[in-house]
């Protein structure tokens, strides 16, 4: 055996010996764009770190939900970070199945996360996730067909405002609606827009007490005043659609206005895909003068939870992929507007950013504009904008966007929609234990 053989020999133990001594952690995560983009880049994680290895398991989202719900609850085991969102975070901490992430680093600056998102995922004055990128709603709007129906868009606008601009841009004859607002049932769908529009007219899901609140009349004209703009403003057959429904109907320029994710801003402005992208215009979501605009928060966070053995290393990775750092690594080599958003204060002040992504001041002051620990006009004892963070919102939530969409559908009153809600949202708080 030569002198070199024996090199690269020893070179290859070694090599085997510190892997097999590498700690692996597993992460669980759902499919989209932006966390298959982490995975391609983590490279640069293992390189500042060779002692941690990486495993993925990637999901789709109503997977990922149902895994990882089942292994933290068992304290299974199988995951040692965990991708979750805003509505899991208190209610999972509250259960003390996550721990509170209190070792990110000297440089990590957890006072730059946007105070909105964070709100969301702390608990006790504890962040139990590390937010990867954050979302609110606002409006879009055809800058053309505001300017033809003779009227400005405020940045600020009211919901009179839209009802007024509704009724002047809905041109049947030439296929253009109004307005394009979600209908389809769903916690997630109609009802994170109902939920949020309701804060704004000073509705709230329960009083301090837990008692059901769609008996009262800041409900009743909620789903009045939706149910009548859709009617007379918005495309047929709204009760089917949801985000993808009517982000299609606004890249083919058949929506005058629509209020939804801020994160559709790039869909709706690029030009490969939407037949308006250079007509667009953004503006807070409306509200009725009462403190509250009719806007949501989330965020998709990574979270750690308390069955892993391996914290440490679970909590150098969350350091990593939601750090400062990392969105510089994206942008190195993406491009800013690839840049993950809604997360971080200092983003939004780099003007790098502001010149790749024009909807960005926007999105910063609708994400601002929302606060989770206090939701509503009225006090209540929950958290979150567009949900309700107790593990019964769920059910109750798809179950009430059932109703709201029939009565959108026509199939029901409006009172009657009202009534079934009130009686599912008390049978489900009494089998619950929050009122008698």
């Known amino acids: 055996m030569n002198l070199r053989t024996l090199v690269l020999g020893l070179c290859s133990a070694s090599a085997f010996a510190f892997a097999a001594h590498a700690e692996t952690i597993t992460i669980a995560t759902v499919n989209n764009g932006d966390m298959i983009r982490m995975q391609k880049l983590t490279e640069d994680f293992t390189k ?127 296929g253009v609606n109004g307005v394009c607002l979600r209908g389809k049932a769903g916690w997630g769908e109609n009802m994170a827009f109902l939920t949020a529009m309701s804060n704004s007219f000073g509705a709230r899901w329960f009083d301090e007490q837990w008692n059901p609140q769609f008996d009262q009349p800041e409900w009743k004209n909620t789903l009045q005043f939706y149910v009548d703009l859709m009617k007379a403003d918005g495309p047929d057959g709204a009760s089917s659609n949801g985000f993808n429904e009517n982000l299609a109907l606004f890249q083919q320029g058949k929506c005058g206005m629509w209020i939804d994710a801020t994160v559709a801003a790039s869909f709706v402005s690029d030009p490969k895909n939407s037949t308006v992208a250079d007509k667009v215009g953004y503006a807070l979501a409306p509200d009725n003068g009462l403190g509250k605009r009719g806007n949501w928060l989330w965020a998709w966070s990574l979270g750690i939870p308390a069955g892993t053995q391996k914290a440490a290393a679970a909590e150098k990775f969350v350091a990593w992929a939601t750090g400062k750092g990392y969105l510089d690594l994206v942008a190195s080599k993406e491009g800013w507007a690839n840049v993950p958003p809604g997360t971080r204060s200092s983003l939004y002040a780099n003007p790098e950013y502001e010149k790749a992504a024009p909807f960005a001041k926007m999105t910063l002051d609708s994400i601002n504009s929302a606060d989770p620990t206090k939701p509503t006009v009225k006090p209540v004892p929950y958290v979150g904008v567009q949900f309700v963070a107790i593990p019964e919102f769920q059910g109750l939530g798809t179950t009430v966007g059932q109703l709201f969409s029939a009565a959108l559908a026509g199939q029901m009153s409006v009172d009657d929609a009202l009534k079934q809600a009130q009686d599912a949202a008390k049978a489900a708080m009494t089998e619950g234990g929050y009122i008698q």
């Open 48 to 174: 500042k770190n060779p002692d941690i290895q990486l495993n993925w398991v990637t999901l789709e989202e109503n997977v990922l939900r149902e895994r990882v719900t089942t292994d933290i609850a068992t304290k299974g085991g199988q995951y040692d970070v965990m991708t979750i969102g805003t509505y899991e975070v208190p209610i999972w901490a509250k259960q003390n199945w996550l721990l509170p992430l209190e070792n990110l680093g000297d440089d990590y600056d957890q006072k730059d996360i946007i105070p909105a998102i964070a709100g969301g995922l702390t608990v006790d004055g504890k962040l139990y996730a590390a937010p990867f990128y954050g979302e609110s709603s606002f409006v879009m709007y055809r800058k053309d067909l505001m300017e033809k129906a003779g009227l400005k868009m405020p940045d600020a606008p009211t919901w009179t405002f839209i009802k007024e601009a509704a009724d002047k841009m809905t041109d049947k004859a030439n």
